[in-house]
């Protein structure tokens, strides 16, 4: 099982630690719940240093991504950050990721933890051209999330963070750290994502939960990172998506340019797309109390017509919530349909989202 | 160290029974609430339903987790805490108290000697909880 430069940190913290992904992580300090409301109302910070990091060089590193992501990486500023996908020839999704522009000819590209091995095969046996680096065993990540994450980031950083726009980032120093201070998240909230060298995220870490306290910081753990996620629909690798998927199924259409050319899956999903997709993922709220989870069958008058993906209390909404794959007959909000729960089927109907207003910083 | 009140008996499974006058009052333990978590939903029998001992009678569910609920003693369900369904976090802020679950009439008062001791259960939990 691996560690992230900050186990001790939790171990001291009195974290639950549970796998994940292969990683030994925290999955919640005082209770998920309370750290999940600590998030929405102040602020809290996530080790996610577990997540990996590529960086790749050189005049073939444009049209190296143009080809493996679905997203139009030449439309990407300096400075600017970007949601996309790898996908497999055959339209099923490698992995969700973030595509940083450094600089003219480098970029970075942040995958999930679980799929750093895989993610790695898929970018160096599909390009080739452009020199590759991972840099994940080297970085350290901490998410600083909710209202009060760009006065705690402000504090500590060198620079005027301020000035950040969503989906942006830039070189600085917090905490005497050198960090590449993005403003991303996972969490629906305004913040922050600060990138550091593995041997500095300690010091960051106890930086930030010091110059909190007057705004109320905790350490989230992944429990409500899930909770926080799901309220947003923000979809999570390996349940709502993984390499069955396709994107348009998955409702990432909004990231697919097939105008950019060529890219690693397009036909298959341009094919989806002509077509329209047979399944498509939504949101659902249980209508009569219980809990839907992974794994779940939704039903439609008896017969099965979907499987949920995700699902919880959600405790911003104060409901039951899931994400769903159900026949696209039966996707438009307000569809009646039911969770098989023990045996038991379960009224549910599908609402729009997210189920939680986002506030993360537009324009 | 998770508080057992030395007064009730308890299953293997972390529920607690408390005779009162000829019933027993059902709920989890300290322990296994901590050990679950933020709980958000209870699923109880109806009163009337029969349970028995061993015998699973309902799930909690915090955020992460199902876990079954087993009856500490056979007999039939006088009451339910109605109160669950809308505050089951009420199972982690008092679970010897208003976090009860069920109110049992007992079919066999010979099943009450079989349950753990106070001393018994502190022992199992001492020991990892299993």
Redesign the interface.
């Known amino acids: 099982m691996k560690r992230t430069p900050l186990f001790s940190a939790h171990v001291r913290a009195g974290a639950r630690m549970v796998p994940f992904g292969g990683w030994e992580m925290p999955v919640q300090y005082r209770g998920i719940v309370e750290e999940h409301r600590t998030v929405r109302a102040a602020v809290g910070c996530f080790d996610v240093s577990h997540m990996g990091e590529f960086e790749v060089e050189g005049p073939a590193a444009l049209p190296e991504l143009q080809r493996l992501t679905t997203n139009d990486v030449a439309a990407l500023e300096i400075g600017q950050v970007q949601y996309s996908l790898l996908c497999h020839p055959q339209g099923g999704i490698v992995d969700d990721l973030t595509v940083y522009r450094l600089a003219a000819d480098r970029f970075m590209v942040t995958v999930n933890a679980g799929n750093i091995d895989k993610d790695w095969t898929h970018v160096t046996s599909h390009g080739g051209a452009a020199r590759w680096r991972n840099a994940s065993g080297t970085t350290g990540l901490v998410a600083v999330q909710g209202p009060r994450a760009e006065a705690l980031v402000g504090r500590l950083a060198d620079a005027d963070v301020t000035r950040i726009g969503y989906y942006r980032f830039m070189q600085g120093k917090v905490a005497g750290v050198r960090t590449l201070i993005s403003r991303t998240g996972y969490t629906g909230e305004d913040g922050f994502e600060l990138y550091v060298d593995a041997g500095d995220a300690e010091r960051l870490w106890t930086a930030l939960l010091e110059a909190g306290r007057g705004d109320g910081v905790a350490p989230i753990g992944l429990g409500a990172r899930d909770t926080l996620r799901l309220e947003m629909r923000y979809a999570l690798y390996g349940n709502d998506i993984d390499d069955t998927t396709n994107p348009l199924e998955a409702g990432l259409g909004w990231i697919v340019k097939p105008a950019k050319g060529e890219f690693l899956g397009r036909q298959a999903i341009e094919q989806v797309r002509a077509t329209g997709p047979a399944r498509k993922l939504v949101g659902l709220e249980m209508t009569e109390r219980s809990v839907p989870r992974h794994g779940y069958p939704v039903v439609k008058d008896g017969t099965t017509t979907g499987i949920v993906t995700s699902g919880s209390y959600g405790p911003s909404v104060d409901r039951y919530i899931a994400l769903a794959y159900v026949g696209s007959a039966h996707a438009a909000v307000g569809a009646e349909l039911g969770v098989e729960i023990r045996g038991q089927v379960k009224a549910a109907r599908v609402v729009k989202t997210p189920f939680h207003p986002s506030r993360v910083k537009k324009g | 160290m998770a508080n057992v009140p030395p007064d009730l008996k308890y299953t293997r499974e972390h529920e607690w029974a408390k005779r009162e006058g000829g019933r027993v009052r059902v709920g989890i333990t300290a322990f296994a609430q901590e050990q679950l978590?933020?709980v958000?939903?209870v699923?109880l029998p109806k009163v009337g339903t029969r349970v028995r001992a061993s015998q699973t009678f309902g799930?909690v569910?915090?955020?992460?987790a199902?876990s079954d609920l087993f009856a500490p003693v056979s007999g039939e369900v006088v009451e339910v805490n109605a109160n669950l369904?809308q505050k089951p976090?009420t199972v982690n802020q008092d679970p010897y108290g208003d976090g009860w679950m069920l109110l049992v009439q007992p079919a066999d008062a010979g099943e009450w000697d079989q349950l753990l001791t106070a001393a018994q259960y502190e022992q199992l939990i001492a020991e990892g909880g299993h």
């Open positions: 978590g933020d958000v939903f699923e799930v569910e915090s955020v992460k199902v369904t976090e």
